[in-house]
């Protein structure tokens, strides 16, 4: 089984139907997730990581790539021989997959018994005791605009950090992405609904949140409202340390948004912007609003106003019609933002998405993976030359846990989330110790305490 699957599982209901839930793609899936393990625990369920035990197995799906969905139908071919020695295992298929092929899926699979689209999360309770009862399958996939965020916030993964979704959907068509089909139109909660939950979070113990929306730097204009007031609020909101926001949309960089980032201590020093390219010609076949140039004026301003700030990117190889002049363009504008961290991908075209049938996916296979190799090599260097700089520096990191990698050592995150590893006590997760780096790869800072943890968080 993948990685994909929570573990350790969350805890439910002792003695209730077990339910494994295994969350595939980004954030906004690991928060929808802990929607769905927060309202299956209060309807008696109890969770875990093993499949022999589970009486459910539930996924929260991706479509952004076709390998993403790949990857569940693979897990679903193997469901399918699993149910025919345990026909009375349920299963059921959630989020972005199930708003973008719905039935059709129940077709595919035979063992599959529900699907639960990315707006009808609150209902997963009500649809399993159903399936499990009536042998029923269900589909629903249209659920309203307005999704019910109740959460609860005893569920949480990590006791210091949480995630808080502030909108929903996204109105943008950039060509390639499937996101608008999946989840829909763009909603923002309101602020005192996003202020409310924000106080409960940290009264919970929360010191860092982190505010998801497919255009994060979006919300509230419908209302006439800007983050940057978010941020504000949210500054004077004792017990709070950190507020990071993903992903944030070039075209929306607004001048309130960067004054506010630019006065709130509490702000992350680190923005996903993703520039998709550097080629204007791509550009405007991806439909992003924005040219090269605009975008290095947006980097150039925010690293004049916000001190410190470094910027994420994502980009795409191959799309269609991308040149080699288009492509070096690209290594260009990497060369010269010298993103803190990217994420670099590969063409996939996207049925259901303005370019699918409309541009032809021409740039041959091995010249988009040499293409993503190029850039990543690149990125690997601008990455290892900024943290070679780091060395000697000291950096104020929210201890995560024990490393994954290395048992022996502790690893967080600082104000500009940079991840660190460090030797010290794994009682210290959760609390904030300053550490001082002493050693750098392209991917790693490590360096070692100095003194004892501070401000452990509740
Ligand atoms: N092919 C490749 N990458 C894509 N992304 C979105 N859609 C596609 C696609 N069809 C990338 C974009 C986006 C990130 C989440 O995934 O870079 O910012
Ligand atoms: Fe997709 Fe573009 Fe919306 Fe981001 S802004 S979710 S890339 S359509």
Redesign the pocket.
């Known amino acids: 089984m993948n990685d994909a699957v929570l573990s350790p599982p969350p805890v439910g209901q002792p003695g209730g139907p077990k339910v494994l839930l295994e969350v595939f793609g980004?954030q906004m899936n690991k928060l929808d997730a802990e929607l769905v393990v927060g309202a299956l625990k209060r309807s008696g369920y109890d969770f875990t990581d093993r499949d022999e035990e589970a009486d459910a197995v539930l996924m929260v799906t991706c479509s952004?790539?076709?390998q993403s969905e790949h990857r569940v139908h693979s897990h679903l071919g193997a469901l399918e021989v699993a149910k025919r020695q345990r026909p009375d295992l349920a299963v059921g298929v959630l989020g972005c997959m199930a708003s973008r092929e719905g039935e059709a899926l129940l077709r595919r699979w035979p063992g599959l018994d529900f699907v639960l689209g990315t707006r009808d999360f609150p209902t997963v309770a009500r649809v399993l005791d159903e399936v499990r009862a009536d042998r029923t399958r269900v589909v629903a996939v249209d659920g309203s605009p307005q999704v019910s965020e109740e959460r609860s916030i005893e569920v949480r993964p990590q006791r210091s950090r949480a995630f808080l979704t502030v909108m929903r959907g996204c109105d943008k068509r950039?060509t390639?992405?499937?996101?608008p089909n999946t989840r829909g139109v763009e909603v923002s909660r309101p602020m005192e609904e996003v202020l409310d939950e924000a106080h409960r979070l940290v009264d919970d113990g929360v010191v860092e949140l982190t505010l998801l929306g497919q255009t994060v730097n979006a919300w509230g204009r419908r209302e006439g409202r800007s983050l940057g007031e978010l941020l504000e609020r949210l500054e004077e909101l004792d017990g709070l340390r950190r507020v990071r926001f993903i992903?944030s949309h070039p075209e929306e960089m607004d001048d309130p948004l960067i004054d506010a980032m630019g006065r709130c201590r509490k702000a992350g020093l680190f923005l996903h912007l993703?520039p998709?390219s550097g080629s204007d010609a791509v550009l405007r076949r991806m439909a992003r609003g924005y040219t090269a140039d605009r975008y290095r004026e947006i980097a150039r301003v925010l690293k004049a106003r916000i001190p410190g700030v470094q910027l994420g990117a994502?980009?795409?190889v191959g799309?269609p019609g991308e040149t080699d002049e288009d492509f070096e363009a690209t290594v260009r504008l990497l060369e010269e933002v010298r993103f803190s961290q990217a994420?670099l991908?590969?063409?996939?075209?996207?049925p259901g998405?303005p370019?699918w049938g409309r541009m032809e996916d021409d740039v041959p296979e091995d010249v988009k993976r040499a293409r993503l190799a190029r850039l990543m090599a690149l990125q690997h260097a601008i990455q290892e030359e900024r943290h070679r700089s780091l060395v000697g520096t000291r950096h104020e990191v929210l201890v995560e846990g024990v490393s994954r990698r290395d048992s022996s050592r502790l690893f967080g995150r600082n104000l500009a989330f940079d991840r660190i590893v460090f030797e010290g006590d794994p009682a210290w997760t959760d609390s904030f110790v300053e550490v001082e780096i002493e050693e750098s790869t392209s991917l790693t800072l490590a360096g070692r305490p100095v003194g004892a943890p501070a401000a452990a968080a509740r």
């Not at 991908?345 to 996207?350: D, L, M």
């Open positions: 980004c952004i790539r076709d950039c390639y992405c499937v996101v992903t993703p998709q994502d980009v795409i799309f994420f991908f590969r063409y996939s075209p996207r998405t370019a």
